[in-house]
């Protein structure tokens, strides 16, 4: 099975962004320790601190599966929906 990737993007409600790196700071650990996970960085916006950015590689989409259904991605993924101001942005994708 090739390997996946996964990039998403969040746009802070005002005033949600330091929520939101708390809940980046509670589940990158969590998500690292996944034996699928090869790796995961958060990123954050230089020109608009409000713009949050998640890029992981995972040993292969059943991979990235079982990990969308792990509880720490659904409780992280309920809170960020509640801080963010649009619809959930993400895209799994293969290098090419």
């Not at 960020?80 to 895209?91: F, N, Q, R, S």
Request: aromatic share 12%; glycine share 4%; proline share 6%.
């Amino acid at each position: 099975m090739p390997e996946i990737e996964y990039f998403a993007r969040f746009h802070a409600r005002p005033g949600a962004e330091p929520a939101i790196l708390a809940a980046l700071e509670e589940v990158t650990p969590q998500t690292r320790r996944e034996p699928a996970c090869i790796s995961v960085a958060f990123y954050r916006g230089l020109r608009d601190p409000s713009w949050f950015y998640v890029h992981s590689r995972w040993m292969s989409e059943e991979a990235f599966d079982a990990h969308a259904a792990e509880s720490h991605t659904v409780r992280f993924v309920e809170t960020m929906e509640a801080l963010i101001d649009h619809a959930w942005d993400g895209a799994r994708v293969e290098r090419l």
